[in-house]
């Protein structure tokens, strides 16, 4: 019994080993490079701001406060 349970943890270990090294390479992940599937040409541009103020006008003419 226990040389059986040795030659599957061994088995299994070789079987995972196997299996991790038919993977493809690492997908590229660098959302600065131009090749990369997931490139984001905004990436580098400085964020649009916009600083306003919103009122209403009473119908005399004044501002809210």
């Known amino acids: ?3 059986s349970f040795k030659y599957l943890a061994l088995l299994l270990l070789g079987s995972v080993l196997t299996l ?3 993977k493809e390479k690492c997908p590229c992940t ?3 490079n131009p090749e990369c599937d997931n490139y984001n040409p905004c990436w580098d541009q400085k ?3 916009a600083d306003f103020e919103m ?3 009473k119908p005399g003419g ?3 406060q």
Request: include cysteine.
């Open 47 to 49: 964020p649009v701001t």
């Open 62 to 64: 004044w501002p809210d």
């Open 1 to 3: 019994m226990n040389t």
């Open 55 to 57: 009122g209403r006008f």
């Open 30 to 32: 660098d959302e600065t």
């Open 20 to 22: 991790n090294s038919c």
